[in-house]
């Protein structure tokens, strides 16, 4: 539905976003993560056309942001970082003001109004106005603003910033209601939500994209260091680093110092090609050393983004 190719966004001799390709499928829901100034928001703007690309292009469906932006933009709903509210009105009048801006008119402008109320759970503050609205409520209209035209595409920037927990988890589910019928496009920095919300994450750092696909993909790619961890019982730590640094699969041994002069713990780093579990354990299994603890530890989304942008 959204194809991406070579988009390239420089600020007079910044590059912010250098020659990203991405496809997205209608449907999906995509999580666009990265560290601060990693070129997030300035794609969304470009995605929009709030921006113009400095080189490459955009096309949706048919439609490419250099000849057809105005039609790109009828099928967009887009919530900036911050949404932008008239706050003296009360939230039917700009509802209502936003409606008719949208073209909407007598019974279908009341239609659409009701049924976002519905579906971003708005009723209960129809009357008050848009300044005496917590964050997470003003988040809310503003979805409700995006979702005015019935867009077929949702982009939304980090629309979860500044929020508490529950209201975290109320514009999240309320996005994952949207994503089942729309597609959605969000940015982020908060790794559980991308986790609960996203079909499918891409990772930016410095421009460029340095992952793309679902969770258990990403976390297969970037499984190499993988670590395990190994608690032995009279078991010498220079002897046992030695020994178990020899073993098919393992890369590097660090051994920690005996705890109350008896357990040693071990940090092993192994490559991605292989498990080398079944021949660590065949390692120890041929020594007199008594096995306490055998662990890997399981790659997150933080860890993986972690290694990701601090090696690019």
């Known amino acids: 539905?959204?194809?991406?190719?070579?988009?390239?966004?420089?600020?007079?001799?910044?590059?912010?976003?250098?020659?990203?390709?991405?496809?997205?499928?209608?449907?999906?829901?995509v999580g666009l993560l990265g560290p601060n100034g990693a070129g997030k928001t300035t794609t969304l703007r470009m995605l929009t056309g709030y921006f113009m690309p400095t080189s490459g292009d955009i096309r949706v469906k048919d439609y490419s942001v250099h000849q057809d932006s105005l039609k790109i933009k009828d099928m967009i709903g887009y919530l900036p970082e911050s949404a932008p509210l008239y706050k003296g009105m009360l939230v039917y009048d700009y509802l209502d003001h936003i409606a008719g801006i949208r073209g909407l008119k007598g019974e279908n402008k009341s239609k659409r109004i009701k049924e976002l109320a519905d579906m971003c759970s708005l009723r209960e503050i129809m009357h008050k106005t848009v300044d005496t609205l917590s964050k997470g409520l003003k988040q809310r209209v503003g979805l409700a603003h995006a979702m005015m035209s019935d867009p077929e595409i949702l982009v939304l920037?980090?629309?979860?910033?500044g929020l508490d927990p529950n209201q975290i988890v109320e514009i999240r589910e309320i996005i994952r209601k949207i994503g089942e019928e729309k597609t959605v496009i969000l940015s982020t920095h908060i790794l559980s939500e991308a986790e609960a919300t996203c079909d499918r994450i891409v990772i930016v750092n410095k421009g460029q994209i340095i992952a793309d696909g679902n969770l258990e993909d990403i976390k297969g790619e970037a499984g190499r260091g993988a670590m395990i961890h190994i608690a032995l019982q009279q078991a010498d730590p220079d002897e046992a680093r030695i020994v178990l640094q020899q073993v098919e699969g393992v890369d590097s041994v660090n051994a920690l110092k005996a705890e109350n002069g008896e357990l040693v713990r071990l940090q092993l780093t192994c490559r991605a090609s292989a498990d080398p579990r079944p021949h660590i354990y065949h390692a120890i299994k041929g020594t007199n050393w008594v096995l306490i603890e055998f662990r890997q530890e399981t790659k997150t989304l933080e860890n993986i983004f972690r290694e990701l942008t601090r090696e690019n």
Do not use: R, W
């Not at 194809?3 to 829901?29: P, R, S, W």
């Open 157 to 161: 920037d980090e629309p979860t910033s």
């Open 1 to 29: 539905m959204i194809q991406v190719q070579n988009l390239t966004k420089y600020y007079h001799e910044f590059c912010a976003v250098d020659q990203i390709n991405l496809h997205i499928a209608k449907g999906q829901i």
